[in-house]
């Protein structure tokens, strides 16, 4: 044989058996149903996994032949494979260190929060606050307002403030130590007769309030709570979030955790800038030059995500800006003298335009808070106007809550590819009581999945998650099986169902969660569904999904949850082999 034909035959030899190396998989998982996501919402027996990423899917005996000496094997004993959960909206800084000092307690009715209020008076000392971080009164059973004078009787000697974000309630004593009592201030809600401060404040006032004994976390406590919480999302299946919406500082944070390989699931940071209403363009154009990134910069584990800002209010404390007034029976919930009151609007049609404008040629996408209808309709306004000028349809903007979504709404996002950044925690949550208030014209508006999935909006899942670690006990439970079942069962906390005509398939509430979310972040081609070069995300179930009883659903457990190839989450369920 001439030896130039032997040295070819050679050189092939070494590159087959070297490409024969390569393609042996670090992990293979068979014997289960692999839901995954495709476009053809397809499925396998086995997954095979390679540095972190999937390396193939199919029947088992063909990923089988995937397998090395040092291939680790799961036999999944026929259970549910899905990918990675996504969760759409969060808090996770906040929530994180929400319950570092004390336990927040889990209140259902206003006696449960009178008796807790009076049991810390016990615990401290006379003038020392009470707080309650994230609290709203209209999650109680009671479905009322709490009065000043409730409060004063089970503390007139301390301080109490219950932060609802954009409202609140406080005592006599907050007031008096605060200066507020007689102070002018339109965040201060008075009696219409009397003129006395009835307790309720808007979140305009918070900055008057005299608390000066807020703990401080050293940057270490902070990382560490923060890898706490991620662990506690990955028991439940979620292996990336996109955080909700913070100072550009909040990204830095993420950023030291993946650098010290210890972040558990991948993140994708909103930025809330200094702005408001008065903020000129050539000043936004300077703090985003200043920045220096923008929407999807960074790597498969931290990104940039949108350019955030507050709309309105918010449905829980009255204050989200509605199309029509809150009407009469907001009195008795909200402390709302004014039945014509719409709410709170931070931002006009034409100061939108502007930051949306800026945002736009920067590069990034735009996203905004939004709870109530007229808010959702003025955003939408701004939206259209610069679609005239520089189309948008391509750029995933979106709407952040929305909540009130009507056929109009609909159409109009439709046709300007705007995502629903929605949480389903509100309707399981919430539905009954703005029935009462608002009635039923209004909550026919009320989170739309079905209608809006129809008209080929993008929906987004997620929870809003602020504070309590419980997955189904926090303040916005983020257990996305409880979400999914609530998107297919239409059911509410309570068990009523408001328009069952809007619940969803299991495959649409699953694609909310995964694929949708992947859209959300320009990542479609690197996450949300188990397909070939795709980062190995994965989580396998207590239960299939697709089939269960449905009252089962919200039971769902992540039995073994997987980021990037490694196990994050392990329920003891299964044994790894090499056999």
């Known amino acids: 044989m001439p030896v130039i034909l032997f040295g070819l035959i050679l050189i092939f030899a070494l590159v087959a058996g070297c490409s024969s190396v390569k393609e042996k998989a670090d992990t293979i998982l068979i014997n289960g149903k692999i839901i995954k996501v495709d476009k053809d919402f397809s499925f396998a027996e086995a997954v095979a996994i390679k540095e972190g990423k999937v390396l193939a899917t199919g029947k088992n005996k063909d990923i089988l032949k995937l397998k090395g000496g040092s291939t680790n094997i799961i036999d999944l004993k026929g259970h549910t494979v899905i990918p990675g959960l996504i969760e759409g909206h969060a808090h996770p800084i906040q929530a994180s260190q929400s319950e570092y000092f004390e336990k927040i307690p889990d209140l259902h009715t206003i006696r449960d929060l009178l008796e807790w209020i009076s049991n810390e008076t016990r615990l401290k000392k006379e003038g020392e606050w009470i707080i309650h971080p994230k609290f709203f009164i209209t999650r109680l059973s009671d479905m009322r307002q709490l009065t000043k004078r409730e409060l004063d009787s089970v503390s007139p000697n301390n301080p109490v403030f219950l932060n609802g974000s954009f409202g ?51 940057e270490q406590q902070q990382l560490e709570a923060l890898k706490n919480l991620f662990h506690l999302y990955n028991e439940v299946g979620i292996t990336s979030v996109c955080s909700g919406g913070g100072p550009p500082e909040e990204l830095k944070m993420f950023e030291k955790l993946s650098a010290r390989k210890e972040l558990t699931v991948r993140i994708f940071q909103n930025i809330i800038f200094p702005f408001d209403r008065k903020t000129s363009v050539t000043a936004i154009r300077e703090v985003l030059n200043r920045f220096g990134r923008k929407t999807g910069d960074g790597n498969e584990w931290v990104k940039v995500g949108a350019f955030k800002v507050v709309v309105d209010g918010g449905v829980l404390t009255g204050t989200a800006y509605l199309r029509e007034g809150w009407g009469e029976k907001a009195k008795e919930v909200y402390g709302i003298n004014d039945p014509g009151y719409r709410g709170e609007l931070f931002f006009s049609k034409d100061e939108l335009i502007r930051l949306i404008t800026v945002a736009n040629e920067a590069g990034w996408k735009f996203t905004a808070h939004v709870t109530g209808g007229g808010g959702v309709d003025t955003l939408l306004a701004a939206f259209e106007a610069v679609n005239h000028s520089s189309p948008i349809s391509e750029k995933r903007f979106s709407i952040i809550h929305g909540n009130f979504y009507t056929q109009d709404a609909i159409r109009k996002m439709a046709a300007l590819g705007i995502y629903a950044d929605m949480q389903p925690a509100w309707y399981f949550k919430d539905a009954d009581l703005l029935n009462k208030v608002l009635g039923k014209d209004v909550i026919s508006t009320f989170h739309p999945y079905h209608s809006m999935l129809e008209a080929g909006i993008m929906i987004n899942g997620g929870s809003d998650h602020m ?68 980062v190995a995300d994965l989580v396998v179930l207590s239960d299939d999904i697709l089939t269960c009883p449905e009252h089962r659903i919200a039971e769902i457990k992540s039995l073994l949850t997987m980021v990037n190839g490694h196990t994050v989450f392990d329920k003891g369920v299964f044994k790894a082999s090499h056999d």
């Not at 003129?195 to 008057?208: M, P, T």
């Not at 859209?519 to 397909?531: D, L, N, R, T």
């Open 467 to 534: 504070v309590v670690l419980d997955p189904n006990a926090s303040i916005n439970p983020y257990n996305p099986f409880l979400a999914m079942w609530s998107l297919i069962t239409r059911k509410t906390d309570r068990g009523t169902v408001f328009n069952p005509e809007e619940a969803i398939s299991r495959e649409q509430a699953l694609k909310m969660y995964t694929i949708n979310n992947a859209y959300a972040s320009f990542e479609e081609h690197v996450k949300g569904s188990i397909e070939t070069g795709k």
């Open 168 to 218: 609140g309630m406080i005592n006599t004593k907050a007031m008096e130590l605060s200066g507020m009592t007689s102070l002018n201030h339109p965040g201060i809600l008075r009696n219409e007769r009397t003129g006395e401060a009835i307790g309720i404040i808007r979140g305009s006032a918070f900055g008057l309030l005299a608390i000066n004994q807020e703990h401080k976390l050293s």
